[in-house]
């Protein structure tokens, strides 16, 4: 069975501070793709990242950062230096067509 | 460049009422999925099409939802006898599908929220 665990159910930061999000998959799938979403107040899922299982490259996009570790099953999303439009729910999702998301992390990022 | 479009964005029902949501998708995307999102919690797999064939179905959907794709474009998710469980985020997502260098991302719309009384 697939799974995605986001064990941080609530993180709040000050402004300007870097946050790690967590999150652990397990698939028995060697083909899969691994996504972070955003959903702000307004509840529309946003789409951040996607990665294939076949890519553990580091990524960097501007303040975000996603670090891919299949030795752990593991892929963390880093916001360095938050900001208060960060505020929001961080989702962590695994699959290759439907998508089985984790719980969910709640960022409050206080200025 | 148009995202994914919902209609209504809220809806309030009585118990034991039917309520059809509808969902356009981003154009040429030839898939379409149908989640639901509970309070506190990730959005969970309800259904998904390829264009207008109907390639799976979750458990989560009883006999009392529907959803369909007539033409490959725009689906509706109907569901019959409200019940208060049914009370929750309906999210419509679509992606391009398995074209070569396309890959697999949803795109979701806003959502239809629905309560039911």
């Known amino acids: 069975a697939q799974k995605v665990t986001q064990a941080q159910t609530e993180i709040s930061v000050v402004e300007k501070e870097d946050v790690t999000l967590d999150c652990v998959y397990e698939?028995?799938?060697?083909?899969?793709?691994l996504f972070w979403y955003k959903q702000p107040p307004s509840g529309e899922l946003v789409f951040l990242i996607r990665?294939?299982?076949?890519?553990?490259q580091n990524e960097i996009s501007g303040r975000y950062s996603w670090n891919f570790q299949k030795s752990t099953s593991s892929f963390n999303f880093t916001i360095t230096a938050s900001q208060v439009v960060d505020s929001a729910v961080y989702f962590c999702?695994?699959?290759?067509?439907?998508?089985?998301f984790g719980t969910g992390t709640r960022l409050q990022v206080f200025p | 460049d148009t995202g994914v479009s919902q209609d209504p964005r809220h809806k309030i029902t009585k118990r034991g009422q039917n309520v059809t949501f509808r969902c356009d998708p981003i154009?040429?995307?030839?898939?379409l999925y149908w989640y639901r999102q509970t309070l506190g919690q990730g959005p969970e797999f309800l259904t998904y099409?390829?264009?207008?064939?109907?390639?799976?179905k979750s458990r989560l959907l009883s006999d009392r939802f529907s959803a369909e794709r007539p033409k490959g474009s725009f689906s509706t998710l109907e569901i019959q006898r409200t019940e208060q469980g049914d009370s929750a985020m309906y999210l419509c997502?679509?992606?391009?599908?398995?074209?070569?260098?396309?890959?697999?991302?949803?795109?979701f719309g806003p959502g239809t929220r629905l309560l039911v009384l």
């Open positions: 997502a679509s992606s391009l599908g398995f074209r070569q260098g396309a890959g697999e991302t949803q795109y």
């Open positions: 698939t028995r799938d060697t083909t899969y793709y």
């Open positions: 990665r294939n299982s076949f890519d553990e």
């Open positions: 999702a695994l699959g290759w067509d439907k998508l089985i």
């Open positions: 154009s040429e995307h030839n898939r």
């Open positions: 099409f390829q264009n207008e064939a109907q390639l799976e």
